[in-house]
């Protein structure tokens, strides 16, 4: 049996998780730092990276203690090295390289948001490819079509803000705490969705696998405090009524835009299987619609549990495919914060 350690740092999580060759887990621990970020309504990139630098140690060691295993037993060490914030990703690529050069481990690259997709595979246990690939997360909104772990192509994704980052930013001017996913989803529980127009950016021209989410925020902005320029910063009276129907309403809209653009995904690529990783995916509406349109359109529809949608280092072992691929890395290895297309 080979044991892989897989690190995770690529935004505010800080993660480490040993995978078997089998894909089972022998220890995962994801040390969140909501908290830290919390007060500013959003990740705060220099905060983030310190806060890996405290936690990353920590957790690579209650990680391998979980799974009792020692570093020289492990047949690499992976880590992801892209897209992410630049602070926060050098993190986890330091610490992997030292792991690699004392341990004379074989070093392993993890592109992020393949990582999320194959949060799918893991979850599911059986085969997933090929397929199409959703991520919705904090800083990405991206279609893919998937024909092997090792073969991702970008097809589409958000032409200005991910949907994650879309929903904690309207959570902000609605007063409710960050992450704001979570918070918009409790209360549009008591809201009515139909109560605000808002607007469905690119839905209705399915040729174009493109997401928008800014226009969206803004018309958010503008039912809020009125047209025209916004102080930054600027907090309304809001009754907690029209709260829940805006987070309702808002909720409604980027679901609609999510599940419409997947589908016309998996319809030009020909497509039955839709993955779907990243933050947003937590959303029980957003699950219960793409459940409802899997079966009106008979494809079958992947969403991990909520523990391998957010951000985990399970999900890195996507690079237990590359090792036996022979995809290794040498310490020159450095990092790449934008997407890489
Ligand atoms: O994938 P993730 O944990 O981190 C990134 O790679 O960005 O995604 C975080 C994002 C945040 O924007 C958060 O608000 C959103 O996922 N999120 C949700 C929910 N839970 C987390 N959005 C909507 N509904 C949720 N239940
Ligand atoms: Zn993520």
Redesign the pocket.
Known sequence: MLRFLTLET??D?TAAAVVTDELVVLGAVVASQDELHQQFGGVVPEIASRAHVERILPVIHQTLEQADVALQDLAAVAVANRPGLSGSLLVGLMAAKTLALAYELPLIAVD?LQA?IYACRIASGRNIFPCVGLIV????SNLYRCQSPLDFTPIGGTIDDAA??A??KVASMLGLPY????A??QVAKQGDSERFKLPRPLVSDPSRLEFSFSGLKTAVRYELFGPGRVPMGAKAELKPQLVADMAASFQEAVVECLVTKSVAALQKVKADRLCVG???A???R?REAMENTSQEYGFELLIPPLNL???NAVMGAIAIERYHAGLFESLDLDIKAGLVR
């Open positions: 690529t935004c999580e992020h999320h997360s904090g800083g990405h994650g980052e929903f904690d992450p704001g996913g979570p918009i989803e990243g933050g947003v937590a959303n029980g957003f949608c957010t951000d």
